[in-house]
């Protein structure tokens, strides 16, 4: 048996976090779902960087655009948009076999908004009424000003999956904001099931600290972020805060394990999937790394309910000097530049790729 399907039967949600209409349209990705088990999705503005900078196969949709009088945003969402939903509805057997609970594709809203509350409310609320699928979350950063439109979200029923979280307090804060969107719904007489997942990144918080980690402690970092978050999440959702929630139908927040790459050349290609291992809860892995696991991965232990050794390990790095609050929100501040660097990036491969295609018109 492939040791995806291991991971699954323990009880982990496998996510690809890459998505191109190449891998709508050759089969690939139905492939991953039937025999790779995977059962969603995730893409962010590098992933579509690279995939319209990379391929052809959005000449003909950009060409249609451009004749439709689009441009810029409103034309890569298009793109966007019929690249998510035909995905989206491959997991949809997912997303109904397991009553909401997996089979998600997620769609970024632009990352020039991470820093505006309402505009990030309402490109989230757009892109989600334009997908007309149920199975789409929509990503918001868990920033702070990114913490009141996810309530936001929540309340007006758009799933949400909160990116950008680096930390056990940027998740809380991410998973109150849920929270007090499903209460509000609950107050309203609304249904209250409304789906969403909480995005920890994890190698980066590695890369971030690599050749100052303490003798023995290399990759260790990003791993014990993870078992102090994992801690927290199941003290959350055992609460009996949530437990009122479920009893008026609620569906839990999922934790999901986002930068599950290994960046260190010396380490193992499937290091953070097998150190994160997990009931209920989501890894999503880039493409490289979801195919190392399958060819010679190891499925882990489950992480210990209680954390661990995780508080030790952190203890370690502090001694050395590593300040993890300050470093967790540098990381964070980090991602949401990156995030736009790729967008502008993004924009740029549609502006020159349109010059190209109208010239040879």
Not at 198 to 207: K, N, T
């Amino acid at each position: 048996m492939k040791a995806t399907q291991l991971l699954h039967d323990l009880g982990q949600s496998l996510w690809l976090d890459n998505i191109t209409r190449d891998l709508l349209n050759n089969g690939t990705l139905k492939r991953y779902i039937g025999e790779l088990s995977v059962t969603g999705l995730t893409s962010n503005p590098t992933i579509f960087d690279h995939a319209i900078k990379n391929s052809r196969s959005y000449d003909e949709a950009i060409r249609d655009g451009l004749a439709a009088g689009q441009s810029g945003e409103n034309l890569f969402f298009d793109l966007a948009l019929e690249d998510i939903t035909r995905a989206a509805d491959l997991f949809r057997p997912v997303y109904d076999r397991t009553n909401g609970v997996d089979g998600w594709v997620s769609l970024e809203v632009s990352p020039l908004l991470a820093h505006d509350t309402t505009s990030t409310l309402n490109e989230a609320r757009e892109l989600f009424a334009r997908a007309r699928r149920p199975n789409l979350f929509i990503k918001i950063p868990g920033t702070r000003e990114g913490l009141p439109a996810i309530e936001e979200a929540v309340f007006a029923g758009v799933p949400v999956n909160v990116t950008l979280l680096f930390s056990r307090e940027q998740y809380l804060a991410a998973a109150e904001a849920h929270l007090r969107g499903i209460e509000r719904r609950i107050a309203a007489g609304l249904n209250p099931k409304v789906g969403s997942v909480a995005s920890v990144f994890v190698s980066r918080w590695d890369g971030a600290v690599a050749g100052k980690a303490p003798a023995g402690l290399d990759n260790r970092l990003g791993i014990a972020i993870a078992l102090r978050t994992y801690k927290a999440y199941l003290s959350l959702i055992g609460s009996p805060r949530w437990q009122r929630a479920y009893n008026e139908g609620a569906i839990p927040q999922r934790l999901l394990w986002a930068s599950t790459g290994t960046k260190d050349p010396k380490a193992p290609d499937t290091l953070y999937i097998k150190s994160l291992a997990a009931p209920f809860t989501v890894n999503t892995m880039p493409e490289a790394t979801l195919k190392a696991f399958a060819a010679h991965g190891e499925v882990g232990s489950a992480l210990p309910m209680d954390g661990g050794d995780c508080e030790t390990v952190l203890a370690q790095f502090a001694r050395a000097g590593a300040d993890v609050d300050a470093l967790a929100a540098q990381l964070q501040d980090e991602g949401a530049k990156s995030f736009v660097k790729s967008w502008n990036d993004l924009l740029a491969v549609i502006a020159s790729k349109s010059v190209v295609l109208q010239q040879a018109a």
